[in-house]
């Protein structure tokens, strides 16, 4: 299509409005109507007076109208530069396939068409952000003749989209730091109580202040980790590891989670689980997780000598879970918002106790991941307060197939350890607690001097931070690996990096397991009493 047979789709359009189109209406009345040079004039001065980009183009995508906005959009000087300049040379090179290939294909088979791209200033070379709306003109007969756009320029909508993006990055990326700065500190703490709880017997005031030190650290430690979940969470950064869980084994770990929370509370706990087995196909670390939360959850909001019951029952192929609390209650205007990231602000709900907001919203996101759901209710302020989860169970059973039996315990048995850390505190706190716990063990204080110990110690289980000066952990354990009983050792991660991206370089480097600081004593447990096994968590 070429020289003035370019104009005709244009001029269809126009002929199409004074016809009597949906928009007709909108155009003023005069006698002469029937003359197409009129609504020629409303649509060049429409055209004119726009702010937003309106162009046309024929079949062979050669421009032959552009208002003025877009012409100084794009800077392009007059009318003629624009008509000798090909539709692909709007677009970045990277964008022109796209363009050419898959989105104009796109409109003439849907008749409009829609996307966000960057159209190419002809003199800087600048980037300019656009939603790019196009539709196909027709002729008489209704065949395609061209193409037209009115679109809007969204350049400062994508810098404030990226401005919030890197900001996001560098939230993620204090939290991370932040949490690797608290967990340092709290591992020595944290395994020195642990040190003193197994040592020679305290008189009562020196246990009483043992056991309340023991709960503030791990309430510290439970607000760290829940601060780097939901990061991960709204990022869709966690990956279920599912399995064949038993719902009641999953609630008497979380119950067991917050055992001194609720006796320090004096508060009564009622359970109630059928006979039959509840079985899920879970990550059953993430579960507890739900269960551990709400149940933390109901014992800070609830007063000295109140009730908390969690509850199970089959239903119509899922399981429902609820705990039930005679604490502070929900106001009503919060049942909606209370799975809300930080939505104790300004709450009396949440301010009573303080936190940070963050532990519902965890539950909820780990509860959609698991393709369940949660609901609160509660009939207001100092009335108590209920959770109903529920969750889809596993298919039935096959007849005959094995029963889930707990994993049996063997004797404990002495295994050589070797602690590579380049905080002493840390690494000698640690050494200090595996000791009591029967292990033979050696410290290092840098990759080199762990590498020296464990090519002459032979250690059976290594205990190795990531963020060493000089040589880190992720060398270090390559290193070891590469020594002639490396591969029979079982390597942890024990760091105070726990994000994904730590997880990942860990498993690549030759870690078998990736432990946040400070270790779960039950954890440590579990690795001295188990054979080393080629397992990364």
Known sequence: MRGSEKFRGSGDLLRGLEAGTPGDTHLPRSRNRDNPNIARTYFESLAAHSPLFIGMCDLDYVPFYVNEAGRRLVGLDDLEHFQSTPVKDFFFPEDQDFVLNEFFPRVFKEGRAETEIRFRHFKTGEAIWMTYDVFFLEDGDGKPVGLATVSREITERKRVEEALREADRHKDEFLATLAHELRNPLAPIRNGLAVLGRGATLDPDAKRVQGMMERQVDHLIRLVDDLLEISRIRRGKIELRKERADLASVIEHAVEMNRDLIDVGGLELRIALPHEPLLLEADAVRLTQIFANLLNNSAKYTDQGGRIEIAAERAAGEVVVSVVDTGVGIAKHMLQRVFDLFAQAGDTYARSKGGLGIGLALVRGLVELHEGTIEAHSEGEGRGARFVVR?????????????????????????????????PDVGDSLALLLKTLGANVRVAQSGAEGIAIFAEFAPELIFLDIGMPGMDGFETARRMRDLPTGRKAMLIALTGWGEEQTRRRASEAGFDRHLTKPADLCALEALLDRAPQSHYE
């Open 391 to 423: 969750l889809p169970l596993c298919a039935m059973i096959e007849e005959g197939a094995p029963p889930l039996k707990a994993m049996a315990t063997p004797a404990r048995v002495s295994r050589r350890v070797l602690v590579v850390d380049d905080a």
